[in-house]
Protein backbone atom coordinates (compact mmCIF):
# COMPACT_ATOMS: atom_id res chain seq x y z
CA UNK A 1 0.00 0.00 0.00
CA UNK A 2 1.22 3.16 -1.25
CA UNK A 3 1.40 5.43 2.44
CA UNK A 4 2.94 8.80 3.73
CA UNK A 5 3.31 9.06 7.33
CA UNK A 6 3.69 12.40 8.97
CA UNK A 7 5.11 13.21 12.13
CA UNK A 8 6.70 15.59 14.61
CA UNK A 9 4.18 18.50 14.97
CA UNK A 10 3.58 20.35 18.31
CA UNK A 11 3.03 23.29 20.79
CA UNK A 12 6.11 25.18 20.13
CA UNK A 13 7.11 29.12 21.03
CA UNK A 14 7.61 31.60 18.38
CA UNK A 15 11.36 31.82 17.67
CA UNK A 16 11.20 27.94 18.31
CA UNK A 17 12.42 25.25 15.93
CA UNK A 18 10.31 21.69 15.20
CA UNK A 19 11.59 19.06 13.08
CA UNK A 20 8.74 17.39 10.86
CA UNK A 21 9.61 13.38 9.58
CA UNK A 22 7.14 11.93 6.70
CA UNK A 23 7.94 8.20 6.60
CA UNK A 24 6.98 6.87 2.91
CA UNK A 25 5.80 3.05 2.09
CA UNK A 26 4.73 1.42 -1.22
CA UNK A 27 6.59 3.14 -3.55
CA UNK A 28 10.06 3.88 -5.03
CA UNK A 29 10.69 6.81 -3.00
CA UNK A 30 14.51 7.53 -3.77
CA UNK A 31 13.14 8.52 -7.21
CA UNK A 32 9.93 10.94 -5.97
CA UNK A 33 10.43 14.53 -5.89
CA UNK A 34 8.22 15.23 -2.73
CA UNK A 35 6.40 18.36 -1.14
CA UNK A 36 5.32 20.08 1.91
CA UNK A 37 2.10 21.50 1.77
CA UNK A 38 0.74 23.33 4.66
CA UNK A 39 -3.02 24.38 5.56
CA UNK A 40 -3.63 26.76 8.25
CA UNK A 41 -6.76 26.09 10.64
CA UNK A 42 -9.77 26.87 8.31
CA UNK A 43 -7.87 28.96 5.68
CA UNK A 44 -6.42 27.23 2.21
CA UNK A 45 -3.70 25.11 0.81
CA UNK A 46 -0.23 26.67 0.63
CA UNK A 47 2.65 24.96 -1.14
CA UNK A 48 6.10 25.15 1.45
CA UNK A 49 8.53 23.67 -0.65
CA UNK A 50 9.75 20.71 -2.45
CA UNK A 51 13.09 18.45 -3.05
CA UNK A 52 13.99 16.40 -6.01
CA UNK A 53 15.25 13.00 -6.19
CA UNK A 54 19.42 13.12 -5.80
CA UNK A 55 19.27 11.06 -9.33
CA UNK A 56 17.74 14.52 -10.88
CA UNK A 57 19.78 16.87 -8.19
CA UNK A 58 18.31 16.53 -5.07
CA UNK A 59 18.03 20.51 -5.54
CA UNK A 60 15.16 22.11 -3.09
CA UNK A 61 12.71 25.22 -3.82
CA UNK A 62 10.68 27.08 -1.04
CA UNK A 63 7.79 29.21 -1.08
CA UNK A 64 8.64 33.00 -0.25
CA UNK A 65 7.20 33.17 3.44
CA UNK A 66 9.24 30.40 4.37
CA UNK A 67 12.49 30.58 2.39
CA UNK A 68 15.68 31.43 4.64
CA UNK A 69 13.86 29.39 7.70
CA UNK A 70 12.89 25.77 6.60
CA UNK A 71 15.14 23.31 4.88
CA UNK A 72 13.78 20.51 3.52
CA UNK A 73 15.30 17.03 3.39
CA UNK A 74 15.96 13.14 2.72
CA UNK A 75 16.97 9.99 3.69
CA UNK A 76 16.60 7.79 0.82
CA UNK A 77 17.78 4.91 3.20
CA UNK A 78 15.39 5.16 5.50
CA UNK A 79 12.48 6.48 2.89
CA UNK A 80 11.95 9.52 4.72
CA UNK A 81 11.52 13.07 4.39
CA UNK A 82 12.25 16.06 6.65
CA UNK A 83 11.21 19.26 7.38
CA UNK A 84 13.63 21.33 9.74
CA UNK A 85 11.66 24.60 10.45
CA UNK A 86 13.47 27.25 12.34
CA UNK A 87 12.45 30.51 13.53
CA UNK A 88 8.94 29.63 14.08
CA UNK A 89 6.18 32.69 13.76
CA UNK A 90 2.63 32.22 14.67
CA UNK A 91 1.35 32.38 11.40
CA UNK A 92 3.59 29.45 10.51
CA UNK A 93 0.22 27.33 12.58
CA UNK A 94 -0.93 24.80 10.21
CA UNK A 95 -1.10 20.95 9.36
CA UNK A 96 1.73 20.47 7.47
CA UNK A 97 1.58 17.42 5.16
CA UNK A 98 3.68 15.57 2.66
CA UNK A 99 2.98 14.44 -0.72
CA UNK A 100 4.76 13.36 -4.04
CA UNK A 101 3.36 14.52 -7.55
CA UNK A 102 2.83 12.96 -10.11
CA UNK A 103 4.56 13.49 -13.83
CA UNK A 104 2.37 16.31 -14.71
CA UNK A 105 3.69 17.80 -11.11
CA UNK A 106 -0.40 16.99 -9.66
CA UNK A 107 0.34 16.47 -6.00
CA UNK A 108 -1.23 12.16 -6.24
CA UNK A 109 -0.03 10.81 -2.55
CA UNK A 110 -0.69 12.84 0.49
CA UNK A 111 -0.19 11.99 4.31
CA UNK A 112 -2.18 12.65 7.52
CA UNK A 113 -1.14 15.18 8.23
CA UNK A 114 0.74 17.00 11.39
CA UNK A 115 -0.38 19.88 13.27
CA UNK A 116 2.28 22.66 14.07
CA UNK A 117 0.57 25.18 16.57
CA UNK A 118 3.49 28.16 17.14
CA UNK A 119 2.02 29.99 20.26
CA UNK A 120 3.58 31.70 23.60
CA UNK B 1 3.75 34.45 -8.44
CA UNK B 2 0.52 33.15 -10.18
CA UNK B 3 -2.53 33.90 -8.90
CA UNK B 4 -5.40 31.47 -8.60
CA UNK B 5 -9.00 32.27 -8.23
CA UNK B 6 -12.17 30.12 -7.95
CA UNK B 7 -15.83 30.79 -8.53
CA UNK B 8 -18.02 30.34 -6.53
CA UNK B 9 -16.80 30.45 -2.73
CA UNK B 10 -19.12 28.20 -1.53
CA UNK B 11 -22.64 26.48 -3.57
CA UNK B 12 -25.63 24.93 -2.19
CA UNK B 13 -26.36 22.20 -4.40
CA UNK B 14 -28.76 18.77 -4.02
CA UNK B 15 -27.95 15.06 -4.87
CA UNK B 16 -28.45 14.81 -8.50
CA UNK B 17 -27.64 17.93 -9.54
CA UNK B 18 -24.82 19.01 -11.80
CA UNK B 19 -21.97 21.24 -10.06
CA UNK B 20 -19.42 23.60 -12.03
CA UNK B 21 -16.63 25.36 -10.48
CA UNK B 22 -14.18 27.69 -11.89
CA UNK B 23 -10.72 28.25 -11.71
CA UNK B 24 -8.75 31.44 -13.08
CA UNK B 25 -4.89 31.74 -13.46
CA UNK B 26 -3.03 34.79 -13.49
CA UNK B 27 -1.12 33.91 -16.68
CA UNK B 28 -0.95 31.43 -19.12
CA UNK B 29 -0.45 28.09 -17.35
CA UNK B 30 -1.11 25.95 -20.60
CA UNK B 31 -2.99 22.92 -19.19
CA UNK B 32 -0.75 22.90 -15.86
CA UNK B 33 -3.61 22.37 -13.77
CA UNK B 34 -5.01 20.33 -10.96
CA UNK B 35 -8.34 19.75 -8.63
CA UNK B 36 -8.47 18.23 -5.65
CA UNK B 37 -11.67 17.17 -3.12
CA UNK B 38 -10.66 17.83 0.65
CA UNK B 39 -13.32 16.88 3.35
CA UNK B 40 -13.15 18.12 7.27
CA UNK B 41 -10.33 17.11 8.79
CA UNK B 42 -8.50 14.91 5.50
CA UNK B 43 -6.17 15.31 3.52
CA UNK B 44 -6.75 16.63 0.20
CA UNK B 45 -7.31 14.16 -2.77
CA UNK B 46 -6.50 14.53 -6.43
CA UNK B 47 -8.88 14.42 -9.06
CA UNK B 48 -7.63 15.64 -11.83
CA UNK B 49 -4.55 16.67 -13.63
CA UNK B 50 -3.51 18.09 -16.87
CA UNK B 51 -6.41 19.99 -16.35
CA UNK B 52 -8.56 17.30 -17.72
CA UNK B 53 -7.18 14.04 -17.10
CA UNK B 54 -9.13 11.57 -14.57
CA UNK B 55 -7.16 10.48 -11.42
CA UNK B 56 -7.31 6.94 -11.38
CA UNK B 57 -10.21 5.32 -9.26
CA UNK B 58 -12.01 8.36 -9.53
CA UNK B 59 -15.41 8.47 -10.31
CA UNK B 60 -16.73 9.53 -13.86
CA UNK B 61 -18.92 11.75 -12.81
CA UNK B 62 -15.72 14.05 -12.55
CA UNK B 63 -14.09 16.20 -15.43
CA UNK B 64 -12.17 18.82 -16.36
CA UNK B 65 -11.74 21.43 -19.07
CA UNK B 66 -9.89 23.97 -20.47
CA UNK B 67 -6.73 25.41 -20.84
CA UNK B 68 -4.34 28.81 -20.86
CA UNK B 69 -6.32 30.47 -17.84
CA UNK B 70 -9.77 29.35 -17.74
CA UNK B 71 -10.52 26.03 -16.50
CA UNK B 72 -13.84 24.13 -14.74
CA UNK B 73 -14.58 21.15 -12.71
CA UNK B 74 -17.32 19.53 -13.44
CA UNK B 75 -19.52 17.10 -11.32
CA UNK B 76 -21.80 15.43 -13.73
CA UNK B 77 -24.74 14.25 -11.34
CA UNK B 78 -23.93 15.19 -6.97
CA UNK B 79 -23.55 12.26 -4.81
CA UNK B 80 -23.98 12.79 -0.76
CA UNK B 81 -20.17 11.79 -0.76
CA UNK B 82 -19.19 14.51 -2.83
CA UNK B 83 -20.12 17.42 -0.50
CA UNK B 84 -16.69 18.87 0.45
CA UNK B 85 -14.29 21.82 -0.61
CA UNK B 86 -12.78 21.65 -3.99
CA UNK B 87 -9.06 23.42 -4.69
CA UNK B 88 -7.61 23.88 -7.97
CA UNK B 89 -3.63 24.05 -7.79
CA UNK B 90 -1.82 25.67 -10.77
CA UNK B 91 1.35 23.60 -11.61
CA UNK B 92 3.38 25.55 -14.40
CA UNK B 93 5.76 27.44 -12.23
CA UNK B 94 7.12 27.91 -9.08
CA UNK B 95 5.67 28.13 -6.60
CA UNK B 96 2.85 26.69 -6.85
CA UNK B 97 -0.12 27.98 -6.01
CA UNK B 98 -3.83 26.73 -5.06
CA UNK B 99 -7.18 28.88 -5.64
CA UNK B 100 -8.61 29.83 -2.36
CA UNK B 101 -11.34 26.83 -2.76
CA UNK B 102 -14.83 26.14 -3.11
CA UNK B 103 -17.18 24.47 -0.68
CA UNK B 104 -20.02 22.43 -2.46
CA UNK B 105 -22.71 21.85 0.58
CA UNK B 106 -26.35 20.64 0.70
CA UNK B 107 -28.97 22.45 0.03
Known amino acids: EVQLVESGGGLVKPGGSLRLSCAAS????????MSWVRQAPGKGLEWVGRIKSKTDGGTTDYAAPVKGRFTISRDDSKNTLFLQMNSLKTEDTAVYYC???????????WGQGTMVTVSS | DIQMTQSPSSVSASVGDRVTITCRAS??????LAWYQQKPGKAPKLLIY???RLQSGVPSRFSGSGSGTDFTLTISSLQPEDFATYYCQQANSFPFTFGPGTKVDIK
Open chain 1, 26 to 33: GFTFSNAW
Open chain 2, 50 to 52: AAS
Open chain 1, 99 to 109: TTRNSWYAFDI
Open chain 2, 27 to 32: QGISSW
